[in-house]
């Protein structure tokens, strides 16, 4: 193996050898197109790599890794860039940015997909539910499918069928020696292990591959109520979820709508809080189930028995670039003072959303298949994020961010969630303690020197 170990500042040779390398492009700064290319999914990430790489295929993953490791330079694969944020300096690196390996094959009878590292969510579901099936998609419809499930995966379907990354079958790989590897519970089952649910550290993931379930119809969708019952409502959500069935998630979340065009004329421009209800069962059911919440009045109500696949807008998350800025926690409860905590920091501050999802059922339980993130303990988990579109708005959604992170301190579980994660934490909050260091111990074995680089790294 060639050790050069040059600086970071890639020379004109170097650029010319990896561009003659590879079927894809290699762009640096200096290019046309510079900025463009190192744009990530949240606009409002700066990322400035030593060189942005963009594979046609696989053969193509493998000549960056190479190059990369020779020149002494590390790797970070990137899907869409919705996770970027936590990703820090990138000097020393090479972006890999996956999105043109994009493919899904849905095999109907042995409801499966398998999905190339570039694809996006909305692509497996609306693809599974031509045959019926449903996939652990989460709220985003273009988030990509790899990074989502590495980092573990909490689906609207989670607390009945469990984390993402535990229902994957198999996992093709370029690890950081170059070698291509298809890993299983059979093949290489440490790295498999790792791979779901230890993020992006192992190696540069090519396909994936994962169950999918015979869901056709759902009950959910929103209830809507002036954000000045935020106290209320929360509380009552809170009671309410109480003693629910795996069948069923729920989401209290307050909502402070920008005055943009792309939000609906509706609640363009104005606040509410809302309960989000997904039932999975029958609509009689889901009807008396949402009763109690239809009985606190609310001003707009979507819940209604609906196509599996509109669980993909839901959330009304974005499905396309955005800039933005969040951060997550999870908690050990939610109570009045948490409501009153997350009130008092949200309402009139630059959040745009903040959401409590309830988390426990199927998510709660590891058995000793799963992989790295096994199960999540806490019963909730909080997100926040504000529209970050210049300097100046990215500083004042951080610092409120930051504020409310730091009143729910009391709350806040001691592991929070990888994906749920956009700054950077101290690793061993993300795993357990065993499961830190069995990803260390498999980091040190497939990478030694550390070429591949995660938003979320092991040390
Ligand atoms: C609007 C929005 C909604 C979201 N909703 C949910 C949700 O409902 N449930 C949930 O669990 N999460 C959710 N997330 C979080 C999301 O799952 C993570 O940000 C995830 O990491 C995004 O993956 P990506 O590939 O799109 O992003 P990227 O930023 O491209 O990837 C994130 C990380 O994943 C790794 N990675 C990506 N692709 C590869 C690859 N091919 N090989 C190796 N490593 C790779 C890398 O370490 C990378 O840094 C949401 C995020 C946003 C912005």
Redesign the pocket.
Known sequence: MKLKLRSAQLTPTDIRELRNRIDGEVVVPGDDGWDEARL???LAADQRPAAVAIPDNVGDVVEIVEFARDAGLRV?????????MA?GNLGDTILMK?HRLRSITIDAEAQTARAG?GTIWIEVVEAAAEHGLAALA???PD??V???T?????SWLGRKLGIGANQVTAIEVVTADGRLHRVDREEQPDLFWALRGG??NF???TAIEFRLFPIREVYAGILWFPVDRAGEILAEWRAWSDGLSDETTSVGRILQLPPIDEIPEPVRGKSFVVVQVIHLGSEDEGRELVAPLRGLGPVMDTVAWVPVESLAHLHM??DHPVPGSGDGMALDDVDTDTIDAIVSHTVGAPILSVEIRQLGGAIGRSHPEHGALASLDAPFIIFAIGMAPTPETLAAVESSVASLRAALEPWESPHTYL??AETRRNPKSLWTETSYKRLRRIKKAVDPRNVIR??HELA
């Open positions: 990530a999914w949240n970070a694969p990137q899907g869409t860039g919705h996770g970027a990703m996956l590292a989460g709220s985003s988030v990509g790899v990074g989502y590495l980092g573990g995966g909490l993020g992006g190696g540069v993931v998350d974005p994906n749920f995660s938003n």
